[in-house]
């Protein structure tokens, strides 16, 4: 597969999710995550797993989007990524902070 094909599927990923489908998204990214891992394209890897991880997030499983994110953060900022792509991957991560003897998670 090619980065163009790549490229292609992560932005079906992103077409299926922005039309209410996250659960047909996911095998897009999947895929687009695997070629480019293939591929040596980190930027894309990372989109596409910033994708995933926004997927995730809305069908519900909030530790594997945290997960997907952070990881998507750090191949958009190895990438070189614009600000705007690694700080969106930052955003969907969200952090945690210590609240008395327990962590809290905050947005």
């Not at 209410?20 to 070629?35: K, L, N, T, V």
């Not at 894309?44 to 519900?60: V, Y």
Request: hydrophobic residues 40%; glycine residues 10%.
């Amino acid at each position: 597969m090619t980065l163009q094909a790549t490229r292609q599927a992560r932005r079906i990923g992103d077409l299926r999710s922005a039309a209410g489908d996250p659960e047909s998204a996911r095998r897009y990214y999947a895929e687009a995550i695997d070629e480019a891992r293939d591929l040596g394209a980190e930027h894309e890897q990372g989109l596409a797993a910033l994708g995933l991880a926004a997927a995730l997030l809305e069908l519900g499983d909030v530790t594997s989007s945290r997960r997907l994110a952070g990881a998507a953060e750090a191949l958009l900022d190895r990438a070189g990524a614009p600000v705007d792509e690694v700080a969106a991957s930052q955003r969907l991560r969200g952090s945690e902070m210590v609240v008395g003897d327990e962590m809290k998670e905050t947005e």
